[in-house]
């Protein structure tokens, strides 16, 4: 009979896990055992990053959506919310008032907006890094074809976040309207990857439907894929979705994802999230101490910031908002941490 902290060790020296082991640290219900968890996590980040955190300014810029994904609060069918569009001059904005704080790293997120065409996202990426030319651009625009992903590339781009959202094909059909394929989303991961993005994928934990089974199958999907990015963030119901009676994850379950992600894979970046944030008062600074080692505050100009509503009560103000950085470096340092000024590209060793 293993005890947990015996699957901890065996995880961590052998970077492969079980779905009984699995089963066993989701299961737990032994504090100390967590923190041993946490601790070896740490570790395994600190071999590889020491006790550097990334930072990233994350523009939100579209909230327009052309998908109905059951979970998000901006899918096509919410009438209920305010649409907002950023110009190419609001973002470049945003990027310069970014890197005046020291961010070398902008996200471009967005819902799926048909208005922002290939030409339009190139021309702003390009602009942004020829204003910047030391700083990484990272998109999240959603599912595109090759051709696409390539102009974006070749534009400027260095880095694509889209979030595989559950590697079972049964359970994605439950989290998504019949358009939206799991295999064009898988897809879309593994042409990123060949053009030569560093690439993140990523799920929620607590989803409807979400079992041991089907996170057993995240992880296994996540080693076969070998991203450099992994987000994983808690699901929280949306009150205009239809999954919005739903229970949201938890903070627990997904530090303990985070560290066993990075057990088995020590140099992946890993974001403590805003979701993890807005669940969990300290939840960033528990993400960090599980083995994350990115947290990406908003960038996005403020009177947008309460309109790229994607589940309840999301937080954005605080050191949430890139502006507050000098509040993250403190609770950062509070907890043995330093953010570093730099593209904080993934290391691979
Ligand atoms: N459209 C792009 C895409 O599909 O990748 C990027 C934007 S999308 C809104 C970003 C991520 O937000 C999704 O991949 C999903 O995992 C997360 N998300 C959406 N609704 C959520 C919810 N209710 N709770 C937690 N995370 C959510």
């Known amino acids: 009979m293993h005890t947990v902290y015996t699957i901890i060790d065996d995880i961590a020296d052998n970077r492969r896990i079980d779905i009984t082991q699995l089963d066993t640290l989701l299961k737990n219900d032994d504090c100390e055992a967590d923190e041993y968890l946490f601790f070896k996590a740490r570790e395994a980040a600190n071999r590889v990053y020491k006790n550097k955190i990334y930072i990233r300014g994350l523009i939100e810029f579209t909230n327009h959506c052309k998908n109905n994904c059951y979970y998000c609060g901006i899918r096509r069918s919410n009438t209920c919310i305010q649409r907002y569009r950023l110009s190419k001059d609001e973002i470049i904005s945003c990027a310069d008032e970014g890197y005046r704080l020291g961010f070398r790293t902008f996200v471009l997120q967005g819902g799926e907006d048909l208005f922002y065409d290939d030409d339009k996202i190139c021309d702003i990426v390009s602009a942004i890094k020829k204003n910047h030319d030391d700083c990484a651009v990272t998109l999240s625009i959603g599912e595109k074809s090759y051709e696409s992903y390539k102009m974006y590339f070749d534009a400027g781009a260095d880095r694509y976040l889209l979030r595989h959202e559950t590697a079972d094909k049964e359970h994605y059909g439950r ?48 080693c076969e894929l070998e991203p450099h990015m992994m987000g994983i963030g808690p699901f929280i119901p949306h009150h205009d979705t239809p999954f919005a009676a739903e229970s949201a994850g938890t903070a627990i379950i997904t530090l303990r994802l985070i560290a066993v992600m990075r057990l088995l894979r020590p140099c992946m970046l890993i974001p403590a999230t805003t979701a993890l944030g807005t669940i969990d008062h300290g939840g960033r600074e528990k993400g960090i101490l599980a083995g994350a080692n990115v947290v990406m505050p908003n960038l996005s100009p403020k009177d947008v910031r309460n309109k790229y509503t994607l589940y309840d009560n999301k937080i954005y103000a605080g050191s949430e908002a890139a502006e507050h950085i000098r509040l993250l470096k403190k609770k950062f340092e509070d907890i043995g941490y330093e953010i570093e000024i730099s593209r904080g590209d993934y290391k691979d060793s």
């Open 175 to 222: 989290l998504h309207p019949p358009k939206l394929s799991f295999e064009n989303r898988i897809r879309c991961l593994y042409d990123l990857k060949e053009i030569g993005y560093q690439v993140g994928c990523g799920f929620m934990t607590g989803s409807p439907y979400q079992t041991t089974d089907t996170i057993y199958k995240d992880i296994k999907f996540i």
